[in-house]
């Protein structure tokens, strides 16, 4: 017993961190285009 | 910064003194607030009181906790109103300029808060006992409590406040800094006026202490981390 | 790992400024694949290998994801932000300043999590989604403090002043994080007994090793986040100087009467 309260809890929790991840992903991409290369990256 | 504190606290109250928006409107809305909950806790619904058997109204036990959340509420409206004042002409950037200790300017802010709060919370009181109709057990207790969890509440709100100073989202912000901070008060609150009022004290006076502390507590970050709120607000 | 074509050379010469078109980079993408495997592993110990538990039942295979998301966020991300807000404030650090919301961001996340988690765990066990657990309390109130701490990072008004405030905000949200606790927890012992506590829950060697895993994921995944989330504020950071040097320039360029009249 408890299944049909696990897969839920999963399927969120790792749907959610699959989004998140990807929009990140996008916007870094996003982001970096509309900046000189030599800025993009934090070197210090 | 004594000196300072006691001049803006003088001009605050006498801003409210001239408008009259906290007599007019703050405390209506605090009173309004008591009547509302009425309206959402059926007032015929009686519960067993947990010592003696004797029944209580579902309001009457319910008491504290709902005329705490009248006066956070009505704290909401003070604040916003504290620093709408301010942000107006941008007058913080001007006491700054004049020289004002910020530890001074926060000290009287809070304190004017503190005097607005002690003056809606006789008003909301006296309508929350007669509204609600609780027992007194001690009332020294109560004065505790009410005093101590005024200068929490004023301390938390006042540097609040000052985050939210100078923006346009301040209507929104404010309330959603402040809620989840004082949420540990209005819990501390509740417990210790309840023992105030139905008794036994000795748990009450537990939570007294913690109201206490929580005061001081913001009482020092706001008078440590007020001058770099004011900074180029 | 070996599967990835990374074309990256590792030394810190122009050729790798070239080479940045994403926020991904060598080490993101080793920790993102270690992530995706120690995923891939939780899933098949928690899911399949480990046994149900026998007061719990199969629900205690929420735990090895709800435990782990409230250890990352309550230990380390909002550990993280209250260190960089200190460090911002000493020394006016931009890199402490961007990673303090960055990891408060995913530890807001991994808030979230743990309240699902412990919502969905609470149903079959206690017949409620919601009780007034000290715990879940004080987490659900803690959520909306770190959201609020959020809301600061994201007005839009001087740059400076913004990090200032949020560094003031993720130091006293740290220590409301623990009163908060800290009251509730008081609060409710005070009037209720125990009710039945995660933390007496029967392990065995296989339910460990599928909570150790859920841990290293879990972790992995977030410091994988965070490094990607920290890039991105490094951008805007960069594209709101950039900005504000192009007004700057064009008010300028405007001469002494533009100056006038932007002036007041």
Same mark, same amino acid.
């Given at each position: 017993m408890g299944w049909e309260y696990v897969v839920p809890g999963y399927l969120i929790v790792f749907g959610v961190l699959a989004i998140?991840?990807?929009? /990140?992903?996008?916007?870094?991409?996003?982001?970096?285009?509309? /900046?000189?290369?030599?800025k993009r990256r934090f070197l210090d | 910064?004594?000196?300072?504190?006691?001049?803006i606290a003088a001009k605050d109250l006498k801003i409210e003194w001239s408008s009259r928006v906290l007599t007019a409107q703050v405390i209506p809305f605090g009173v309004l607030v008591l009547v509302l909950f009425g309206f959402g806790i059926p007032p015929d619904r009686r519960v067993l009181a947990s010592e003696g058997g004797a029944s209580r109204s579902l309001l009457e036990q319910a008491s504290p906790g709902l005329f705490w959340l009248a006066v956070l509420f009505s704290l909401l409206l003070a604040l916003n109103r504290s620093f709408a004042v301010e942000a107006a002409d941008g007058n913080l950037d001007a006491l700054r300029l004049a020289g004002f200790d910020p530890a001074g300017v926060f000290l009287g802010k809070s304190g004017a808060i503190v005097c607005e709060l002690l003056v809606l919370e006789l008003v909301v009181g006296t309508g929350a006992f007669l509204l609600y109709g609780p027992p007194l057990h001690d009332?020294?207790?109560?004065c505790a409590v009410v005093v101590t969890t005024t200068l929490a509440m004023s301390f938390a709100g006042t540097l609040y406040g000052a985050l939210g100073a100078g923006l346009r989202l301040r209507d929104t912000l404010v309330p959603l800094l402040v809620l989840p901070v004082l949420a540990p008060v209005?819990?501390?609150?509740t417990r210790a006026t309840e023992s105030a009022l139905f008794g036994p004290s000795s748990e009450g006076w537990a939570w007294v202490g913690f109201l206490g502390a929580f005061a001081l507590l913001y009482l020092g970050a706001g008078i440590l981390s007020f001058g770099s709120l004011l900074e180029e607000s | 790992m070996t599967t990835e074509i990374s074309p990256e050379p590792a030394s810190k010469t122009t050729t790798m400024t070239d080479a940045v078109t994403s926020t991904g980079s060598k080490v993101t993408r080793v920790l993102g694949a270690l992530s995706l495997v120690s995923i891939a592993l939780l899933l098949a110990f928690g899911l399949l290998v480990s046994p149900p538990e026998i007061a719990q039942g199969d629900s205690v295979r929420l735990f090895y994801i709800h435990v782990p998301s409230a250890i990352v966020c309550l230990y380390i991300a909002f550990s993280i932000t209250l260190v960089g807000s200190i460090i911002y404030l000493r020394n006016q650090s931009t890199f402490w300043d961007l990673m303090a919301g960055a990891a408060a961001e995913v530890g807001v996340v991994f808030l979230g999590f743990t309240l699902v988690t412990g919502m969905l765990w609470g149903k079959p066990t206690?017949?409620?989604?919601?009780?007034?657990d000290p715990r879940l309390t004080s987490t659900a109130v803690?959520?909306?403090?770190?959201?609020?701490?959020l809301a600061v990072r994201r007005l839009d008004m001087d740059p400076v002043a913004r990090s200032k405030r949020a560094a003031?905000?993720?130091i006293i949200s740290f220590a409301n994080l623990i009163i908060i606790r800290y009251s509730v927890a008081w609060w409710r012992s005070l009037h209720q007994g125990q009710t039945l506590d995660p933390r007496d829950t029967q392990l065995d060697n296989t339910m460990l090793f599928s909570f150790v895993l859920g841990v290293l994921a879990l972790t992995m995944t977030f410091a994988w986040l965070v490094i990607h989330r920290f890039r991105i504020a490094w951008l805007e950071h960069q594209?709101?100087?950039?900005?504000?040097?192009l007004a700057i320039a064009e008010r300028t360029s405007q001469g002494p009467t533009g100056l006038a009249h932007g002036g007041a």
């Open positions: 998140y991840a990807v929009s /990140l992903i996008r916007r870094g991409r996003r982001l970096s285009e509309q /900046l000189p290369p030599e | 910064m004594i000196e300072h504190a006691r001049l009332a020294l207790q109560l209005l819990l501390a609150a | 206690w017949g409620t989604y919601w009780t007034w803690s959520f909306v403090l770190y959201l609020g701490y003031i905000l993720g594209l709101e100087a950039q900005q504000l040097e």
